[in-house]
C-alpha cells in the first residue's frame, strides 16, 4: 500500500478526496453497457436473459425460472453448521430491522383537522444476489429479511446460473431463499437481472417490482441507474470500501486482517488507513504485506492494495482524521482509537461505524445484526444503507371536517388568488354555496 502525507497542510474537503481517488472509471464503462443489456431485456425478454447466460456466465438450456424442488433439495443438503449460522443472523437482523420501522403518527392541527403520517410498505420487490467471485447467502438475508419485516408481501429474488452448478443458482444461496420462505427465484445475473426486474419477462411469469435491491458489481450498479425512475431501487452499492482511523494505541495486525479482509472482495476495493500516528502506519504496511502475500486471494488483495483507490493516509490530528473520513464518507468506517465510544458522534458520514477494535467489518458482514448493503462511492454523505425503511413509503393522510375547512376557506381562497388559480378557490367556495 501507498503512504500519503498529508501533514502540515491546509485541506478542503475536495482536496482531502482528491488525495485517494476512487476506482471510478470502471464505473463510467460500465454505465453505457448496462444501459444496452437493460434495453436488451426489456425488448426481447428471456431470450435476451438466455443470451447473457451464455456469453456472461457460460451456461445454456438452464431453468430461469427456478422450480421450488431445487429449492427444496439445496435446503435439505445444507451442512447443519452452516444452517445454524444462518438462522441465528436471520434472527439478529430481525430484530435490529424492526426498529427501522416508524410507528404511524396522527397530528391534530385543529378541532376536526387531523394528518396522519403512516408508512406503507411496496407491494412487490426484487432482491438480487451476486455471484462470481464469491458466495453471498448473507446478502440473501440481508435484504429479504428488512422487506419482510417492512410487511412485503411478493419477494422474487435473482443470482447468476453457475456453470460449474450446472446452471444452478449456487445452492447456499437457494438454501438461504429456503430459511426465509422465498420461493420466486430467478437464474438470472447482472444488469440483466436488474432490467427483469424493473420490466418483468412475461414468459418466466415475472411481473414487474415496485423496488430492486441488492449489492453488486459495477454493471448492476449502473443497471440500478438506468431503470431508476421505473422503480425504485437502493443505494447503488459497488465495490467495497474500508476507511479505518486509528489513534497511537491501535493494533496494526488488526488493522491489517481488517483492510486485507474487505480487499479479498474485489480488485476495484478500497482500503485506507487514517492515522496521526506514523509508527502505526508502518507497522500496518508492513502487516498488509504479510497477510496478503498468505492470504487465499493474495492476487486479487493484492491488486486492491495496490491500486490508487488504496492507501495509508498521515495526517497531523484527530481533527484532521474525522475531517477526512467524513469528506471521504466510507462504506465500512472502523474507529480504533482509544476514546472511540465517545468520539463515534463526530463521524457522521459512512454507511456504518464500527465502534472499537473489537467490532470488525466481518462482523457486520454476516451477524451484527446490522445490514452490510451499504452506500459506497462516497454516497453516504446522503444515502443511507439498506433497511426496513428502503421498503416503506411515508404517506400523509388528511381529514378535516366541515367546521375545520370553514376556518381556513378565507385563506385558500387568498392564496388560491394570489397564485392566480382561481379554481383552487372555487372548489373551496362550492363546498359553502348551495
Known amino acids: 500500500m501507498r503512504t500519503i502525507d498529508l501533514r502540515g497542510r491546509e485541506l478542503s474537503p475536495a482536496d482531502m478526496l482528491a488525495a485517494v481517488p476512487r476506482a471510478t472509471q470502471a464505473r463510467a464503462e460500465a454505465l453505457d453497457t448496462a444501459?444496452?443489456?437493460?434495453?436488451?431485456?426489456?425488448?426481447?425478454?428471456?431470450?435476451?436473459?438466455?443470451?447473457?447466460?451464455?456469453?456472461?456466465d457460460g451456461v445454456t438450456g438452464h431453468d430461469v425460472r427456478v422450480p421450488e424442488n431445487h429449492i427444496a433439495e439445496a435446503l435439505a443438503e445444507l451442512a447443519p453448521d452452516v444452517r445454524q449460522a444462518l438462522e441465528e443472523a436471520i434472527r439478529r437482523v430481525r430484530l435490529a430491522s424492526a426498529a427501522q420501522v416508524p410507528a404511524p403518527q396522527t397530528t391534530r392541527i385543529g378541532e376536526g383537522a387531523v394528518i396522519t403520517q403512516r408508512w406503507q410498505p411496496v407491494h412487490r420487490v426484487g432482491v438480487y444476489i451476486p455471484g462470481g467471485k464469491a458466495v453471498y447467502p448473507s446478502s440473501v438475508i440481508m435484504n429479504v429479511v428488512p422487506a419482510q419485516v417492512a410487511g412485503v408481501t411478493q419477494i422474487a429474488l435473482a443470482s447468476p446460473p453457475q456453470a460449474d452448478q450446472g446452471g444452478r443458482i449456487h445452492p447456499t444461496i437457494l438454501a438461504a431463499a429456503a430459511l426465509l420462505g422465498v420461493s420466486e427465484v430467478y437464474a438470472m445475473g447482472g444488469a440483466g437481472a436488474i432490467g427483469a426486474f424493473a420490466h418483468g419477462v412475461p414468459s418466466l411469469g415475472l411481473d414487474p417490482v415496485d423496488v430492486v435491491s441488492g449489492p453488486g458489481n459495477n454493471y448492476v450498479a449502473s443497471a440500478k441507474r438506468a431503470v431508476a425512475g421505473v422503480v425504485g431501487t437502493d443505494s447503488e452499492a459497488g465495490a467495497t470500501e474500508i476507511l479505518v482511523v486509528a489513534?497511537?494505541?491501535?493494533?496494526?495486525?488488526?488493522?491489517?486482517?481488517?483492510?486485507?479482509?474487505?480487499?479479498?472482495?474485489?480488485?476495484?476495493?478500497?482500503?485506507?488507513?487514517?492515522?496521526?500516528?506514523?509508527?502505526?502506519?508502518?507497522?500496518?504496511?508492513i502487516e498488509v504485506e504479510r497477510l496478503a502475500a498468505r492470504t487465499r486471494h493474495s492476487e486479487r488483495v493484492g491488486a486492491a492494495l495496490s491500486g490508487p483507490q488504496s492507501a495509508i493516509v498521515l495526517v497531523d490530528d484527530r481533527a484532521m482524521a474525522t475531517a477526512f473520513s467524513n469528506a471521504y464518507a466510507p462504506e465500512h468506517l472502523e474507529l480504533h482509537l482509544s476514546d472511540a465510544e465517545d468520539v463515534a458522534a463526530a463521524f457522521t458520514s459512512a454507511g456504518a461505524v464500527f465502534?472499537?477494535?473489537?467490532?470488525?467489518?466481518?462482523?457486520?458482514?454476516?451477524?451484527?445484526?446490522?445490514?452490510?448493503?451499504?452506500?459506497?462511492?462516497?454516497?453516504?454523505?446522503?444515502?443511507?444503507?439498506?433497511g426496513s425503511y428502503t421498503f416503506l413509503r411515508p404517506q400523509q393522510v388528511i381529514s378535516y371536517d366541515r367546521a375545520a375547512l370553514a376556518a381556513v376557506r378565507s385563506g385558500v381562497v387568498a392564496l388560491a388568488e394570489t397564485e392566480v388559480l382561481p379554481a383552487h378557490g372555487e372548489a373551496i367556495e362550492a363546498r359553502f354555496t348551495a
Open 247 to 285: 489513534d497511537a494505541d491501535a493494533d496494526p495486525r488488526l488493522i491489517a486482517a481488517d483492510l486485507v479482509s474487505q480487499a479479498e472482495h474485489d480488485e476495484q476495493a478500497s482500503a485506507v488507513l487514517v492515522t496521526d500516528a506514523p509508527a502505526v502506519a508502518e507497522q500496518v504496511a
Open 35 to 56: 444501459a444496452r443489456i437493460v434495453d436488451d431485456v426489456r425488448e426481447r425478454g428471456e431470450d435476451a436473459l438466455r443470451e447473457q447466460a451464455e456469453r456472461f
Open 355 to 386: 465502534v472499537g477494535d473489537q467490532t470488525p467489518v466481518s462482523l457486520g458482514d454476516y451477524m451484527a445484526g446490522s445490514n452490510h448493503v451499504l452506500p459506497t462511492g462516497g454516497q453516504a454523505r446522503y444515502a443511507p444503507g439498506l
